[in-house]
């Protein structure tokens, strides 16, 4: 029932990305910064895209004397292809989002996790194409490849896709503008520890007594 529960507002997620998509709205940005990463897998998208479609007028020409199976994998064939625009349309709308406290790594809308920028010890641009799991790691690859990887001094809890509870203390993603997101992490963690830095207001000195 859980899982049915999960895959249910999953599907959801997906339509409502679709209207977002279609309004040029994207989702949760508030006072952040957005930081897309959909570019990376916007040609691979087209490809299933075009799969689904050429299979569904070859099993429509080979159905042809059966109505009802035919139809039966038509609809089948338009829910992928459905499926297929709403990860893409969720991965345009839902960006990674950098604001003054923390940020928002996602990916389409199964995998949202905020981090605290002063739990990210350190960051960089990195490009890796090859993933091997590991506890304690989250890699979030577009298209096989992550360009930027985190590195935190604590443990942040993740939720994956059904509901079971990860820490990772390690997070490589994917952003289409590397380089700029790495800049934007670290210019928001000096101006919170150049705010954190309070001069310390003098106190005054002591005043001698008066003299009786």
């Known amino acids: 029932m859980r899982t049915a529960h999960v895959l249910v507002r999953h599907e959801l997620r997906l339509v409502v990305s679709l209207w977002l998509w279609a309004a040029r709205r994207p989702h949760g940005l508030g006072e952040g910064t957005a930081f897309g990463y959909s570019r990376g897998q916007g040609t691979m998208m087209l490809g299933f895209g075009f799969v689904i479609v050429i299979e569904s007028i070859m099993m429509s020409v080979l159905l042809r004397n059966h109505p009802a199976a035919q139809r039966a994998w038509f609809m089948l064939d338009m829910y992928t292809l459905l499926i297929i625009i709403g990860i893409h349309a969720a991965s345009v709308v839902r960006p990674h989002v950098l604001d003054a406290g923390s940020l928002r790594v996602r990916r389409a809308a199964h995998v949202d996790l905020r981090i605290p920028l002063e ?21 979030l690859a577009i298209g096989a490849q992550t360009t930027v990887t985190l ?32 800049q934007a992490i670290k210019a928001s963690k000096a101006a919170n ?14 005043q001698p007594d008066p003299l009786v």
């Open 193 to 206: 520890a150049t705010n954190a830095i309070k001069p310390a207001r003098s106190s005054p000195s002591p």
């Open 151 to 182: 590195e935190l001094t604590d443990p942040v809890a993740h939720v994956t896709f059904l509901g079971r509870r990860r820490d990772v203390r390690l997070v490589r993603l994917h952003a289409d503008d590397a380089t700029d997101l790495v």
């Open 119 to 139: 739990k990210i010890a350190h960051v960089r641009r990195e490009l890796r194409t090859t993933h091997e799991k590991a506890d304690g790691e989250l890699n």
